[in-house]
């Protein structure tokens, strides 16, 4: 079956504007987890949806980050007045549910603030 | 809060040699243990788990892992590696904690480099 896609698969941007990170997760997963993977930080944890509720977003780093999931589907990571430390490749990963262990991943969309 | 620490950046071996990489962490609770691999490019990839039962535990490509709990760690084996196991390797924990998902908390990596 079709795992978890990501879009777009790059995205470069100016420093200073708005960006939309798409996450398509498995088919009737109701969990979903986006993380971030920088050089400087490596991979960090950044919000959890359990459907369309997000009881954690302990990891996003500032209030310019945000995210929203609808459908209990399709989640969104908006990061506005992008800063050049943003840049990093955006993971995201679904679960069966909130409780299950295994998480899968997608390809990632990779960000880069110029 | 847990950490995880990968002392191992890069790891050369030689194709059909056994290769170990180290993963020790620290909790204050009970965690599950995750090894995941990632291929230039792509996702991570789950190679296997320890949630409870027997400390050894197997994966797919032939890797597996032994937890020890008394030494926090849960370092990944492979008796022959082949020269299509070069990847990126993480090891990663989550509390054992009811409610609230599983966040994975990431060690820094180990590049896993087999060369012919």
């Known amino acids: ?114 | 809060a847990q950490s995880v620490t990968q002392l191992d950046s890069q790891v050369p071996v030689f194709e059909e040699a056994p290769v170990e990489l180290r993963c020790n962490y620290s909790s204050s609770v009970s965690v599950y243990l995750f090894w995941y691999v990632q291929y230039p490019n792509q996702g991570l990839q789950l190679l296997l788990k320890y949630l409870s039962g027997s400390t050894l535990v197997k994966g797919i490509n032939g890797f597996e892992a032994e937890f020890n709990k008394s030494q926090t760690s849960f370092h990944l084996r492979k008796p022959s590696v082949h020269i299509s196991d070069t990847a990126e390797y993480f090891c990663a924990v989550t509390p054992d904690l009811t409610g609230g998902g599983n966040k994975l908390t990431f060690g820094t990596g180990t590049q896993l480099k087999v060369e012919l």
């Not at chain 1, 504007?17 to 993380?35: F, M, N, Q």
């Open chain 1, 1 to 114: 079956g079709a795992g978890v896609s990501q879009s777009p698969s790059n995205k470069v941007t100016e420093k200073g504007k708005d960006v939309e990170l798409r996450c398509d997760p498995i088919s009737g997963h109701t969990a979903l987890y986006w993380y971030r993977q920088s050089l400087g930080q490596g991979l960090e944890f950044l919000i959890y949806f359990q459907g369309n509720s997000a009881p954690d977003k302990s990891g996003l780093p500032s209030d310019r980050f945000s995210a929203e999931r609808t459908g209990g589907s399709v989640s969104t990571l908006t990061i506005q007045r992008t800063q050049q430390e943003d840049s990093a490749v955006y993971l995201c990963a679904s679960s069966p549910t909130g409780d299950s262990y295994e998480q899968y991943f997608g390809p990632g969309t990779r960000l880069t603030v110029t």
